[in-house]
C-alpha cells in the first residue's frame, strides 16, 4: 500500500559546535551565529530517516516541507540528496524564531494546499530551542491524530503499527491515517549520507517556493507570532564545582550533616 | 571529535551549496566507515577493499566524469573537495580513488572507444571492477619514455611483453592499462587479469603507504585482443594527461593530509600542560601552529583556482606541476612540525600524524617526483630542459 508521506524539517544551527565557540546575544536573545554551520535538526532527519525506510517497504511519495529563511534551501537540497521525492520552501521573511503555534498554522496551510496526505512525520524537537510542541500543534491544526516519540514506523494491518518510547519502556500503538508523527532518534533511523551523485542530481531538481501569501493564511498575523510563548531570558549557564568535606566524630554525625547541607543546598527536602 | 577541514581564509564561502553538501557526504562516510579502522589496516599492511563497493556507491570514484557512464558528472572543486577529504583519513584510499578514477576511467574515457566506454566506466565507477595503471618499470621511473614493455601485431592483436613495478592496486586489478610500445609509440592497452602470461607480485615491506597495495606486473607473451587497445592514445603524452588528472587530485588530497595533522596538533596543543601551561601558549609551538595555517590556507587557494580554472577547461598541466609540488612538500613539512607538537604520542598510531608522514613520502615520490616538477616549472619559466 503506497503512502504519501510529508516530512517537515527544520534548519539550525549546529549544535555540534564546540563549547568555547557558542555565544549568546543576551540583548536580543538569540544564539550567535559565529562559525558555526546551520544543518538540518537531527531529529528531522531522523524523521526523514524513518519515511524514507517506510517508502522503500511501501511505495508512495516523500515531499519534504520547511519553513524557513533563504537558507533553508541547503536542507531541502540535501533531503532531496537523501532521497526524498519532492520539497517545498515557504519562505519566512518575518521573525527568526517564530513561535511553535505560527510555524504549526503555516505548515498546516502548506499541507492543506498540498491536498490529501497519509502521514506526516516530523522532529520529536529541534535541537536549538528544544521545545518540541510543534508536532502536537499541527495535529491540532490538522484536525487529526498525533503520537509521539515515535522511533519505529511499520505498514499495519489498517494503518501504521508504532513503536513509541515512554518514560518506563515502549509502547506498540496501532494508528489509523491520516496522522501526525513526532520521530526520536534510534539505531534503526541514523539518516543516511547521501551519494555524491545524488547531491549533484539534487540542485537540479526543481524545488517549489511558497510565500505565505501563497498560501491564504493572514501573513501580517503569522509574521507577528500569537504571543502565547516568549523567550525572557538567553544565557550561558555558569557551571561551578565545589568540593566541601564534612566531619563529624562518628559515621552518624557524618551522615546527618551530610543531608543537612543537601537540604541546605538544593533549598529542598 | 571529528576531523575539521581548516578555514583561516573563509574559502568556504567561496564553494556552492553543492560542492560543501558533496565534502560532507565525503566526511561523514570517512568518519562512519574508514576512519575507525584505518590505523589497524595500517599496521597489518591491508587495503580495506571490502570498502571498495560502497566507495563506489558514495559516488566518488571517477566523480568528475559524465553521468552517462555512470558516473556523479561532479564538477572539478566537488571532486578535489573529495579527494582532500579521503587523504585526510588516508593517502591510501585516496590513492585507490585517483588511481581508478583519473588513472583507469580517464584514459578509458579519453582514449578508449565508445565500446570500451560502456563496458568499463559503469562497472568501474560502482566499484565492481577495479584498474590499475601501469607506466613506471623497474628500470625507469622518472624516464617513462624509454621504457621496455612493447607490443607486438600479430593477427587479431598484440604480443606485450615486459614488467612495470610499483603498481597501486596491481595484485587487486580486474583490469590493467598498461602503456607499451607499439611500434616505438607510446600506446595504451587493456589487459584483463586473467590473459595468459600476465602475472603480479605484491611489493612487500613498505614502510609508507602501508594501507594500499602496491605491485609488480609482469607480461609474458601475454595475447592482448585487437579490441583491446586504446585507440586515440598516442605517445607519452597520453600517460601524462592522465597523470595530469591524477596529479590535480593529489593536489587537493595532500591539503586533506595536512589537515588532518593541523588538526590533531592545534588540538593537542590547547590540551597538553607543561611548565603549568597549555603548550599551545607558548611562542614556540604558536609559530609552529601559524606556519603550518599558513602554508594550508595558501594551499587551499592553489587549489580553488586551479579548480575553477580546470572547469573552465583552461587549466595548464605545467600548474598542476606547481601545485603537487608546493602541496606534498607543505603536506609532509605540516606533518613533520605536528609530530613535533605531539612529542612522544605523536611517534603512535593512536594519533594519525605519523602515519600521513610516512604516506606522504610516497606521494612525494609519484605522479611525477618534486624534483621532476621542479624540472617541469623550470623549463617552462625558462624555456631551457634542464632533464637530461
Ligand atoms: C607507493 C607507490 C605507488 C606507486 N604507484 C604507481 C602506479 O600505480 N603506477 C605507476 O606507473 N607508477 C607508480 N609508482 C611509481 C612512481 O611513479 C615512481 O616511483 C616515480 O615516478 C619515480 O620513479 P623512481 O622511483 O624510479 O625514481 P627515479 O626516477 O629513479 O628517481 C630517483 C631520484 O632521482 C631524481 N631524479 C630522476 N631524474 C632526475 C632528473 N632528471 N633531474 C633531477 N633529479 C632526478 C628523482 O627526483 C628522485 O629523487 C608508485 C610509487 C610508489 C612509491
Not at chain 2, 583552461?314 to 605540516?334: D, G, R, T, Y
Request: hydrophobic share 40%; proline share 3%; with cysteine.
Amino acid at each position: 500500500m503506497p503512502v504519501n508521506i510529508i516530512v517537515c524539517v527544520k534548519q539550525i544551527l549546529d549544535p555540534e559546535i564546540p563549547s568555547r565557540d557558542f555565544r549568546v546575544d543576551a540583548e536580543q536573545r538569540e544564539a550567535v551565529r559565529g562559525a558555526a554551520n546551520l544543518v538540518t535538526n537531527i531529529f528531522c532527519e531522523n524523521a526523514l530517516e524513518t519515511a524514507l525506510q517506510l517508502k522503500e517497504k511501501s511505495g508512495g511519495k516523500i515531499t519534504v516541507i520547511s519553513y524557513g529563511a533563504d537558507s533553508t534551501e541547503d536542507a531541502l537540497r540535501k533531503a532531496l540528496a537523501m532521497k526524498a521525492d519532492a520539497a517545498i520552501h515557504i519562505l519566512n521573511d518575518g521573525q527568526a524564531h517564530p513561535d511553535p503555534l505560527s510555524v504549526a498554522q503555516v505548515l498546516a496551510a502548506a499541507i492543506r494546499k498540498l491536498g490529501e496526505f497519509d502521514v506526516v512525520m516530523l522532529g520529536r524537537e529541534s535541537g536549538d530551542w528544544g521545545v518540541g510542541q510543534t508536532a502536537g500543534l499541527l495535529a491540532e491544526e490538522l484536525g487529526v491524530a498525533a503520537v509521539a516519540f515515535v522511533d519505529k514506523v511499520e505498514i499495519g494491518a489498517d494503518g501504521l503499527q508504532l513503536k513509541r518510547q515512554t518514560d518506563v519502556g515502549y509502547e506498540r500503538v496501532a494508528a489509523t491515517m491520516p496522522l501526525v508523527i513526532s520521530i526520536t532518534n534510534d539505531e534503526h533511523n541514523v539518516p543516511r549520507i547521501p551519494k555524491t551523485r545524488d547531491v549533484m542530481m539534487s540542485f537540479r531538481q526543481p524545488l517549489t517556493k511558497w510565500t505565505l501569501e501563497d498560501l491564504g493564511v493572514n501573513a501580517a498575523e503569522v509574521r507577528a507570532g500569537n504571543h502565547y510563548y516568549a523567550v525572557v531570558d538567553l544565557f550561558i549557564p555558569v557551571q561551578e564545582l565545589n568540593c566541601e568535606f564534612v566531619d563529624g566524630d562518628t559515621l552518624e554525625a557524618r551522615v546527618e550533616k551530610f543531608a543537612q547541607r543537601i537540604i541546605e543546598v538544593t533549598g529542598s527536602m | 571529535m571529528s576531523f575539521t577541514s581548516v578555514d583561516f581564509l573563509e574559502i568556504d564561502a567561496l564553494l556552492s551549496e553543492e560542492e560543501l553538501l558533496s565534502r560532507k557526504s565525503v566526511r561523514d562516510f570517512v568518519e562512519a566507515e574508514i576512519n575507525p579502522l584505518i590505523a589497524e589496516c595500517y599496521e597489518e599492511g591491508k587495503f580495506p577493499d571490502h570498502l571498495i563497493p560502497q566507495l563506489g556507491e558514495l559516488g566518488v570514484l571517477g566523480a568528475n566524469l559524465p553521468e552517462e557512464y555512470g558516473c556523479a558528472g561532479l564538477n572539478n572543486v566537488a571532486y578535489g573537495l573529495i579527494m582532500q577529504e579521503l587523504e585526510a583519513c588516508d593517502s591510501g584510499i585516496r590513492s585507490f580513488a585517483s588511481v581508478q578514477g583519473a588513472l583507469c576511467m580517464y584514459p578509458i574515457y579519453a582514449f578508449g572507444n565508445e565500446e570500451q566506454r560502456r563496458k568499463y566506466l559503469k562497472e568501474m565507477a560502482a566499484g565492481r571492477l577495479i584498474g590499475c595503471f601501469g607506466l613506471t618499470e623497474p628500470n625507469f621511473g622518472s624516464n617513462p619514455a624509454d621504457m621496455l614493455t612493447k607490443a607486438d601485431r600479430v593477427t587479431g592483436g598484440f604480443i606485450l611483453n615486459g614488467a612495470k613495478a610499483w603498481i597501486t592496486n596491481g595484485s587487486i586489478a580486474d583490469v590493467a592499462i598498461v602503456w607499451a610500445k607499439l611500434d616505438g609509440e607510446i600506446r595504451g592497452f587493456l589487459v584483463d587479469k586473467d590473459t595468459r602470461g600476465f602475472s603480479t607480485r605484491l611489493t612487500k615491506h613498505k614502510l609508507s603507504l602501508r594501507a594500499s597495495i602496491t605491485s609488480e606486473l609482469l607480461f609474458e607473451d601475454c595475447l592482448i585482443p585487437e579490441e583491446n587497445l586504446l585507440e586515440k592514445s598516442n605517445g607519452l603524452k597520453s600517460p601524462l594527461m592522465c597523470l595530469t588528472q591524477a596529479r590535480y587530485g593529489i593536489a587537493w588530497g595532500a591539503l586533506g593530509a595536512a589537515m588532518s595533522c593541523y588538526d590533531t596538533a592545534l588540538r593537542y596543543s590547547q590540551q597538553r600542560v607543561q611548565f603549568g601551561r597549555p603548550i599551545g601558549g607558548f611562542q614556540l609551538t604558536q609559530e609552529k601552529l601559524v606556519k603550518m595555517v599558513t602554508g594550508i590556507s595558501k594551499a587551499q587557494l592553489l587549489c580553488l583556482h586551479l579548480g575553477r580554472k580546470k572547469d573552465t577547461g583552461n587549466l595548464k598541466p605545467v600548474q598542476v606541476s606547481m601545485a603537487k609540488m608546493n602541496n606534498v612538500a607543505m603536506a609532509l613539512e605540516v606533518a613533520r612540525t605536528s609530530r613535533s607538537i605531539l612529542g612522544a604520542n605523536g611517534i603512535t598510531g593512536e594519533y594519525p600524524i605519523m602515519r600521513h608522514m610516512a604516506n606522504l613520502e610516497s606521494v612525494y615520490t609519484y605522479e611525477g617526483t618534486h624534483e621532476i616538477h621542479t624540472l617541469i616549472i623550470g623549463q617552462s619559466i625558462t624555456g631551457q630542459s634542464a632533464f637530461g
